[in-house]
């Protein structure tokens, strides 16, 4: 049996209802113009090492390279090269006074969104993969695949194969059955037929919006039998008949951003009490309602709140809370003044990001004080929950979703590791969520995530510590004074990013975004 779409091959069909309304996707990265592969053997001496486990850092220590993977680890002078390695076969760094992490993890991320382009030209997916990379992204999750399954999955195999600069992509198609966007599948058969389709079509997992719970209960189902991982942003449209308890309990792998989870909180009532003049379509209501929901439920450390919790940790569920893109919320005029927008945000993504009507997540024409401390509350109960559920054994992953809100590829990403040490995580649990988390939810941790013999190369060189202050990985750096020169300093701690082996310098892959960005701006 086969899905019966009138859009394509499956998994495209979001990109051709975008196509079809004007809202072309990006442009593909087409080659690599940075990068520098090593010799056949990179040796990294006298580094300190968080690896990513929870372990704190140690070190000095050795790490050897070979094609791309860990082969040594061990205590400076203890990792061996094998014998009869040529000199020059090797590449040899001194990090001595500096440390090595995984690569980062992005699980929420969207390589551009079409909707962009009712604001302009948009650059192509270069532009986001090198502040990906430039922000010491290795690995991306792509929840939605907007630009089409077939798309992405192009990209995904040139960055595996070196082919461009851009992270290890992971592609999860968007299911088609959604209330307000696309509905071309109608029974348990067909959504089960799909997943299938999308698996034989290479796709790493679905993303789902909501849907008739017997077609979303048929496609988890066929996931699981299928080995696809799975995520849902559980959409107000479809949360009614079916909030994140009930698929974590059918095998949903993740719950994105803060959506539906309130609802399993709700005591006196079934549904949020939504104001009298609710419309999902003004995007203003929608998210100024989003921020109410929260302070409806059951109050932190309540026997609601704890039963909730443990039914999470038994169907070994994860979040991945995407608090940076809802940051704006709660403090407009700071995110919009963010440091780096006006060297590195798109002129198309800025235009995009201002007050205008019908634009998803631009619904700053009647942002209030009032939203705002309405959304600092949604924030603390949010954070707690999120934490208590990090604190009683459950897996949180890191995802930026940025492109919305003020939220600029890379920066949103490292805004999310503060926000996340806000939530009450020491800056060492902020990390493994960043590196381990994510790799166990994508079901990679076999491959990549920590810093262990027979893994892939993803490592990041950094000049200090970057547990002492996230703020040293903005690609803008943050500021320091000078008390020798009486100035300010720009401080930055990632130096060097390693992809399967293949050496960047962040400093050129920002440079590279900053020029893209200027030749916008004069061609507008």
């Not at 590449?91 to 001595?96: F, R």
């Not at 999308?198 to 979303?216: N, T």
């Not at 949180?396 to 920066?411: K, N």
Request: aromatic share 10%; net charge negative; hydrophobic share 40%.
């Amino acid at each position: 049996m086969t899905s019966t779409s009138n859009a394509g091959a499956p998994g495209d069909e979001f990109a051709a209802m975008f196509a079809a309304a004007g809202l072309p996707g990006l442009a593909a990265a087409t080659e690599r113009t940075r990068g520098r592969e090593p010799r056949r053997y990179l040796k990294l001496t006298g580094a300190r090492i968080i690896d990513g486990t929870g372990a704190p850092p140690w070190g000095p220590a050795d790490l050897i390279v070979e094609d791309g993977r860990i082969l040594a680890l061990a205590k400076t002078g203890k990792a061996k090269l094998p014998e009869a390695v040529r000199p020059d076969d090797v590449l040899e760094i001194d990090c001595s006074g500096k440390f090595l992490t995984p690569g980062f993890i992005d699980c929420h991320a969207h390589i551009g969104a079409p909707f962009h382009a009712r604001n302009g030209p948009q650059p192509s997916a270069d532009y986001i993969y090198k502040l990906w990379l430039g922000h010491g992204i290795t690995t991306v999750r792509e929840t939605g695949c907007f630009n089409g399954l077939s798309w992405t999955l192009q990209q995904k195999a040139a960055a595996e194969e070196q082919r461009i600069d851009a992270p290890r992509i992971m592609a999860y198609a968007p299911f088609p059955a959604t209330t307000d966007y696309v509905k071309s599948l109608h029974t348990p058969e067909q959504a089960a037929a799909w997943v299938g389709d999308v698996k034989v079509a290479g796709a790493d997992g679905v993303k789902f919006f909501g849907a008739p719970p017997a077609l979303m209960k048929a496609a988890l189902e066929e996931c699981i039998r299928r080995d696809l991982r799975s995520c849902c942003h559980h959409s107000q449209l479809a949360v009614g008949r079916m909030n994140p308890l009930q698929t974590a309990g059918w095998g949903l792998s993740s719950t994105e951003h803060s959506y539906g989870i309130p609802e399993t909180l709700l005591e006196n009532q079934t549904l949020q009490a939504f104001p009298p003049d609710y419309d999902y379509g003004d995007e203003y209501l929608r998210f100024s309602a989003a921020g109410q929901t929260f302070m409806q439920a059951a109050r932190p450390g309540s026997p609601k709140w704890e039963t909730v919790l443990g039914r999470f940790l038994e169907a070994r569920h994860s979040f991945v809370p995407t608090f940076n893109v809802y940051d704006a919320n709660r403090d407009l005029m700071r995110t919009r003044r963010a440091d780096w927008h006006e060297r590195f945000t798109d002129p198309t993504l800025w235009a995009y990001f201002q007050p205008q009507r019908g634009g998803h997540g631009a619904y700053w024409y009647r942002w209030s004080t009032t939203n705002e401390i309405e959304w600092r509350e949604t924030f603390r109960l949010w954070m707690r929950f999120v934490n208590d559920y990090k604190n009683r054994g459950g897996r949180i992953a890191v995802g930026s979703d940025s492109g919305f809100m003020f939220q600029t590829y890379g920066f949103g990403y490292v805004r999310e590791l503060e926000l996340l040490q806000e939530a009450g995580f020491t800056p060492l649990e902020v990390l493994r969520s960043a590196t381990a988390c994510g790799a166990e939810l994508l079901g990679i941790e076999q491959d990549t995530g920590t810093l262990e013999i027979g893994k892939r190369a993803d490592i990041l060189i950094h000049r200090a510590n970057p547990l002492n202050d996230f703020k040293l990985l903005y690609g803008t750096g943050t500021m320091r004074l000078n008390d020798a020169t009486k100035s300010v300093d720009w401080d930055r701690s990632l130096e060097t990013v390693i992809k399967g082996g293949l050496l960047y310098d962040p400093a050129e892959l920002l440079a590279d975004v900053e020029a893209m960005v200027s030749a916008a701006r004069l061609g507008a």
